[in-house]
């Protein structure tokens, strides 16, 4: 127990809820005469008098305590005397069994609804608040209480340190080092050591061999059970005892409780530091906690480090740790990513201060951190973020989505859907025809029979068709034909297949098209072409951000869609700033994991529609068509953008010439000077060899391999100059 006011408002009804073994009808019995104990009283008030002492009583007593001399053995000795009575004090003790009452009401089963009323074996708030008035209660349940309390080992901080949590408002300094495990009992490893076969095993396997186990062996299956019940105690503890509100989330992990924890003991001007996952920081499930450090101005320091040299031999070398120090109005944080040695914190290059301020541009639907490498890298995205909006700010009214974007993921789960794929050869043995990319059947013909110019192909009443099922790594940036399958496997299109207008990429699965045309006519998508970008990515690759316009087809939950109603020119845009350099540069340090989740691209600085003028999306959409417009299979993106002729014809260096432009372009939108955009291209380009940050280094690396030289940063830069020449000046303003 933490605070005594939990006591006051009584036991969560959550306390309640039935877990592993219960009986249902006794935790509901149980649970309602918790809510009946609270039906029509206020909280309980210590200063009414009864069996409890009240918290400012406590503290003062103690501090009376610690004030007595302690010069001479007879001093000392008296000290203890007083405290020791101070501690078996009944007044403080009643107090002590009501926060063992309240606890073990969480923890102790709820299996029977006892014969007799006033015999409960669980507590409830009406017996906290009977302990706290001076009361008797039932003697059998008041000692399993105790003895469940004490076995779950709670300190109850108030009882323990009264004059520091009470009186003071808090430690001045807190420091440690916390578990880091998931408050989940693990099947495999608890049978390890128990029945290594049911270890063994996996999914319903494990689930049926543990359920036999309450026949075969029920000592081992009594013990699971209650060990499990256990865990889930300390979940519903978590959740609803107020105590964690910002960290119980999602999988409840300890080392994020402990850091709420060591958050609340610390008082007004006092420090906490602790050793904890960089996800404190960075992951969904701590996110709440995190932003409310940035919101409370009380971060003072997050120094991240990898093991890659393991400064812990035991640990794995790929765990990323931080040291987390937490105070009090802060009116900056320092941070520092990628360490792999304590030294690392004498480099000033890779130390960097953020502002709540700042913090709350970057990721304003999150305030989770930004994981920068360096200084600058720091430093030059907190200037885009100030000229650029992020794509979604979540919360703030429909002005906040500029793009009016609805995400949707993919339209088929490769898993829950698969009853609907159909591979080539099963399309073929049920004697379906290729027509393209797609397969049909004709009701009123021979199915066997070649299709024909003869044969009516409009009617989709006499055909069934099922067309191709797009998974992510099928695209890349401006190109829908990046991947195909040979049955089952996949393979990079080669570049005579790109060069041929009439190739497109063979999938693994096919899909009926009434499904596809279903899905998103319920989203109110009417444009025969899509718009998505891939799911799976990481900071390490070719590019990290990967959008492209694809056919009207199946799409695979991999690759995530925008659905939108806007004009095809805008559509055009939005996919040349999701592949600039600019806007990835700023995704390579946001992206911390391998997947391109929503919650990074809603915080994206990305260029409202707004942002363009007429002249503007002429230059744009020219580019963005010619690249992408290089089968049939995308006529009708074409179309959509005013192009009634054949596709373009892949031409490598007149493509990177293409891009080069558009990324110059937007480099220039997001106002960025010739030396910054030098920086994005690759930092150690301006700031020498030794600087402890990189961006695209595979694109560089495999350039030098191909062309000898960093081709893309030369034609960049070199666009750059050109846009200057005619006038356009990096924007300073910015769009909001």
């Given at each position: 127990?933490?605070?005594?006011?939990?006591?006051?408002?009584?036991?969560?009804?959550?306390?309640?809820?039935?877990?592993?073994?219960?009986?249902?009808?006794?935790?509901?019995?149980?649970?309602?005469?918790?809510?009946?104990?609270?039906?029509?009283?206020?909280?309980?008030?210590?200063?009414?008098?009864?069996?409890?002492?009240?918290?400012?009583?406590?503290?003062?007593?103690?501090?009376?305590?610690?004030?007595?001399?302690?010069?001479?053995?007879?001093?000392?000795?008296?000290?203890?005397?007083?405290?020791?009575?101070?501690?078996?004090?009944?007044?403080?003790?009643?107090?002590?069994?009501?926060?063992?009452?309240?606890?073990?009401?969480?923890?102790?089963?709820?299996?029977?609804?006892?014969?007799?009323?006033?015999?409960?074996?669980?507590?409830?708030?009406?017996?906290?608040?009977?302990?706290?008035?001076?009361?008797?209660?039932?003697?059998?349940?008041?000692?399993?209480?105790?003895?469940?309390?004490?076995?779950?080992?709670?300190?109850?901080?108030?009882?323990?340190?009264?004059?520091?949590?009470?009186?003071?408002?808090?430690?001045?300094?807190?420091?440690?080092?916390?578990?880091?495990?998931?408050?989940?009992?693990?099947?495999?490893?608890?049978?390890?050591?128990?029945?290594?076969?049911?270890?063994?095993?996996?999914?319903?396997?494990?689930?049926?061999?543990?359920?036999?186990?309450?026949?075969?062996?029920?000592?081992?299956?009594?013990?699971?059970?209650?060990?499990?019940?256990?865990?889930?105690?300390?979940?519903?503890?978590?959740?609803?005892?107020?105590?964690?509100?910002?960290?119980?989330?999602?999988?409840?992990?300890?080392?994020?409780?402990?850091?709420?924890?060591?958050?609340?003991?610390?008082?007004?001007?006092?420090?906490?530091?602790?050793?904890?996952?960089?996800?404190?920081?960075?992951?969904?499930?701590?996110?709440?906690?995190?932003?409310?450090?940035?919101?409370?101005?009380?971060?003072?320091?997050?120094?991240?480090?990898?093991?890659?040299?393991?400064?812990?031999?035991?640990?794995?070398?790929?765990?990323?740790?931080?040291?987390?120090?937490?105070?009090?109005?802060?009116?900056?944080?320092?941070?520092a990513f990628f360490l792999r040695q304590v030294e690392g914190l004498e480099d000033a290059r890779r130390r960097f201060l953020l502002?709540?301020?700042?913090?709350?541009?970057?990721?304003?639907?999150?305030?989770?951190?930004?994981?920068?490498?360096?200084?600058?890298?720091?430093?030059l995205t907190a200037r885009i973020y100030n000229r650029v909006p992020v794509l979604i700010h979540e919360g703030t009214g429909p002005?906040?989505?500029?793009?009016?974007?609805?995400?949707?993921?993919?339209?088929?789960?490769?898993?829950?859907?698969?009853?609907?794929?159909?591979?080539?050869?099963?399309?073929?043995?049920?004697?379906?025809?290729?027509?393209?990319?797609?397969?049909?059947?004709?009701?009123?013909?021979?199915?066997?029979?070649?299709?024909?110019?003869?044969?009516?192909?409009?009617?989709?009443?006499?055909?069934?068709?099922?067309?191709?099922?797009?998974?992510?790594?099928?695209?890349?940036?401006?190109?829908?034909?990046?991947?195909?399958?040979?049955?089952?496997?996949?393979?990079?299109?080669?570049?005579?297949?790109?060069?041929?207008?009439?190739?497109?990429?063979?999938?693994?699965?096919?899909?009926?098209?009434?499904?596809?045309?279903?899905?998103?006519?319920?989203?109110?998508?009417?444009?025969?072409?899509?718009?998505?970008?891939?799911?799976?990515?990481?900071?390490?690759?070719?590019?990290?951000?990967?959008?492209?316009?694809?056919?009207?087809?199946?799409?695979?939950?991999?690759?995530?869609?925008?659905?939108?109603?806007?004009?095809?020119?805008?559509?055009?845009?939005?996919?040349?700033?999701?592949?600039?350099?600019?806007?990835?540069?700023?995704?390579?340090?946001?992206?911390?994991?391998?997947?391109?989740?929503?919650?990074?691209?809603?915080?994206?600085?990305?260029?409202?529609?707004?942002?363009?003028?007429?002249?503007?999306?002429?230059?744009?959409?020219?580019?963005?068509?010619?690249?992408?417009?290089?089968?049939?299979?995308?006529?009708?993106?074409?179309?959509?953008?005013?192009?009634?002729?054949?596709?373009?014809?892949?031409?490598?260096?007149?493509?990177?010439?293409?891009?080069?432009?558009?990324?110059?372009?937007?480099?220039?939108?997001?106002?960025?000077?010739?030396?910054?955009?030098r920086y994005v291209l690759d930092p150690k380009d301006v700031m020498g060899a030794d600087y402890p940050s990189e961006t695209f280094?595979?694109?560089?690396?495999?350039?030098?391999?191909?062309?000898?030289?960093?081709?893309?940063?030369?034609?960049?830069?070199?666009?750059?100059?050109?846009?200057?020449?005619?006038?356009?000046?990096?924007?300073?303003?910015?769009?909001?």
């Amino acid at each position: 127990m933490f605070d005594l006011g939990a006591l006051e408002e009584g036991i969560p009804d959550e306390a309640y809820k039935p877990l592993s073994g219960d009986s249902k009808e006794a935790a509901k019995y149980y649970g309602k005469l918790n809510k009946d104990a609270k039906k029509g009283q206020g909280a309980f008030d210590f200063h009414s008098g009864g069996g409890a002492m009240p918290p400012k009583k406590l503290a003062a007593n103690l501090a009376i305590i610690k004030r007595m001399p302690e010069d001479t053995v007879g001093q000392v000795e008296e000290k203890k005397r007083r405290f020791e009575a101070w501690r078996h004090d009944p007044a403080r003790y009643a107090t002590k069994v009501a926060c063992d009452l309240y606890i073990a009401a969480f923890l102790l089963p709820k299996t029977e609804v006892p014969d007799v009323r006033g015999r409960d074996m669980v507590p409830t708030t009406a017996d906290v608040r009977r302990k706290l008035a001076g009361g008797t209660n039932y003697g059998p349940m008041e000692a399993a209480a105790i003895d469940a309390a004490e076995a779950a080992r709670p300190l109850h901080w108030p009882l323990a340190f009264p004059d520091i949590v009470i009186e003071r408002g808090g430690f001045d300094l807190v420091l440690g080092n916390p578990p880091w495990e998931v408050v989940q009992l693990g099947e495999q490893e608890y049978f390890e050591s128990r029945v290594p076969e049911i270890a063994e095993m996996k999914g319903a396997a494990r689930k049926a061999a543990i359920a036999a186990l309450e026949t075969e062996h029920p000592e081992i299956f009594d013990e699971f059970a209650r060990d499990k019940r256990t865990f889930d105690a300390m979940n519903e503890f978590a959740r609803a005892s107020g105590r964690f509100d910002l960290t119980a989330r999602g999988k409840v992990n300890t080392y994020g409780l402990f850091a709420e924890h060591f958050l609340n003991l610390t008082r007004e001007g006092g420090r906490a530091g602790l050793i904890v996952p960089t996800g404190i920081a960075t992951d969904a499930t701590t996110a709440p906690f995190f932003g409310h450090l940035v919101d409370c101005q009380r971060l003072v320091s997050l120094h991240s480090f990898e093991n890659e040299e393991f400064i812990f031999p035991s640990v794995h070398h790929s765990t990323r740790f931080a040291l987390l120090t937490l105070g009090s109005n802060t009116e900056g944080a320092e941070f520092a990513f990628f360490l792999r040695q304590v030294e690392g914190l004498e480099d000033a290059r890779r130390r960097f201060l953020l502002a709540p301020s700042e913090i709350a541009a970057i990721n304003p639907n999150t305030r989770t951190a930004p994981v920068f490498r360096a200084r600058n890298d720091a430093e030059l995205t907190a200037r885009i973020y100030n000229r650029v909006p992020v794509l979604i700010h979540e919360g703030t009214g429909p002005e906040a989505n500029p793009w009016g974007v609805e995400f949707r993921q993919g339209l088929f789960n490769m898993t829950s859907d698969s009853g609907l794929f159909r591979t080539a050869e099963q399309l073929e043995h049920d004697n379906w025809i290729r027509d393209g990319t797609d397969w049909i059947k004709i009701n009123h013909a021979d199915p066997r029979a070649p299709l024909t110019v003869e044969m009516d192909t409009s009617d989709e009443d006499e055909r069934e068709r099922y067309v191709p099922l797009y998974e992510a790594k099928m695209i890349h940036q401006f190109d829908h034909r990046w991947a195909t399958f040979e049955g089952s496997e996949s393979r990079d299109v080669t570049q005579a297949e790109k060069e041929d207008d009439e190739f497109d990429p063979s999938p693994r699965y096919w899909v009926p098209k009434r499904e596809v045309d279903d899905r998103l006519q319920s989203k109110g998508w009417k444009r025969d072409w899509l718009l998505g970008w891939r799911d799976v990515t990481s900071a390490h690759v070719l590019r990290t951000t990967i959008a492209a316009a694809l056919p009207r087809a199946g799409v695979g939950h991999t690759m995530p869609l925008f659905l939108f109603d806007v004009e095809p020119s805008q559509c055009a845009a939005l996919q040349a700033n999701l592949s600039s350099m600019p806007l990835d540069f700023v995704a390579r340090q946001k992206v911390g994991g391998n997947h391109l989740t929503y919650g990074y691209l809603n915080q994206f600085p990305i260029l409202p529609p707004s942002a363009y003028s007429e002249s503007d999306l002429a230059f744009i959409v020219t580019r963005v068509l010619e690249l992408t417009y290089t089968s049939h299979s995308m006529a009708p993106f074409a179309r959509d953008l005013g192009r009634e002729g054949p596709p373009f014809s892949w031409d490598e260096p007149r493509r990177a010439q293409l891009r080069a432009e558009l990324d110059a372009w937007y480099g220039l939108a997001y106002g960025l000077t010739r030396e910054e955009l030098r920086y994005v291209l690759d930092p150690k380009d301006v700031m020498g060899a030794d600087y402890p940050s990189e961006t695209f280094r595979v694109l560089q690396n495999n350039e030098k391999r191909q062309f000898g030289e960093y081709r893309t940063r030369r034609l960049v830069l070199a666009a750059y100059d050109n846009l200057i020449a005619e006038g356009m000046r990096p924007r300073t303003d910015g769009y909001r």
